[in-house]
Nanobody, 124 residues
Framework: QVQLVESGGGLAQAGGSLRLSCAASGSIFSINAMGWYRQAPGKQRELVASVASGGRTNYADSVKGRFTISRDSAENTVYLQMNSLKAEDTAVYRC??????????????????WGQGTQVTVSS
């Protein structure tokens, strides 16, 4: 009933920028938090950045000062502006959202939905 679709990944040079977008759609009652995770081959998935419904943001230490997460609640969309990219930022990025949805005429508890992932590759 709920889908997350990411876009904006691609190839960038070190020091360059990319902007990722993730749009949620479906039978959404509320989105309480949205975030971006990444996973490189052979490495564990890590939380890159998140934003709560009240606007509070959280960033991994490795991206502080370089990445900015923002949210457009009206459009159920979260963005990740990535500046000063480094080779170590190369990974598959997936968005996640804690969503309460309409199910059988009632509002569900929060459930974490995932996007399909978008590849970000940074060359030195």
């Amino acid at each position: 009933q709920v889908q997350l679709v990411e876009s904006g990944g691609g190839l960038a040079q070190a020091g360059g920028s990319l902007r990722l977008s993730c749009a949620a759609s479906g039978s959404i009652f509320s989105i309480n938090a949205m975030g971006w995770y990444r996973q490189a081959p052979g490495k564990q998935r890590e939380l890159v950045a998140s934003v709560a419904s009240g606007g509070r943001t959280n960033y991994a230490d490795s991206v502080k000062g370089r990445f900015t997460i923002s949210r457009d609640s009206a459009e159920n969309t979260v963005y990740l502006q990535m500046n000063s990219l480094k080779a170590e930022d190369t990974a598959v990025y997936r968005c996640n959202a804690a969503i309460r949805s309409w199910r059988n005429g009632e509002v569900s508890q929060e459930y974490g939905y995932w996007g399909q992932g978008t590849q970000v590759t940074v060359s030195s």
